[in-house]
């Protein structure tokens, strides 16, 4: 889970993150928690990117509004359907794949 606020340093917006994971299935050598931090200036960044595939910056932010809501409702959706997905022994995206592929093949 992570989440940090955009804030101004002088007139430059910066977004500040910090993520920690905790991996409940990983190989015996892995750290069972990670933790990420990420500084990112955004207006430099997004001049350049606007600049270079010739989309203005407010098309790029309507695009970024709409993937972090389809991304929150993705995990509302993931939350609710849980409970029943591990109730069917779904428990890991493999589980779920090899559902899928059972079903097509039927």
Known sequence: MGMGPI??????P?????????DVQRPDNAARWQLRL???????????V??????TKSEFALE???RQVAVAR??????KTLPFAEAQGLVTDEDV?????????R
Not at 14 to 22: K, T
Not at 50 to 55: E, I, L, M, S, V
């Open 14 to 22: 910066v977004n500040l993150q910090a993520a920690a994971y905790c």
């Open 50 to 55: 606007a600049k270079r595939t010739g989309r």
């Open 97 to 105: 794949f090899r559902e899928i592929l059972h079903a097509h093949n």
């Open 38 to 48: 990420r500084m990112q200036f955004l207006e430099k960044a997004l001049d350049r």
């Open 74 to 79: 993705f995990r509302e959706l993931r939350t």
């Open 7 to 12: 804030v101004r340093f002088g007139k430059s």
């Open 64 to 66: 970024a509004l709409r």
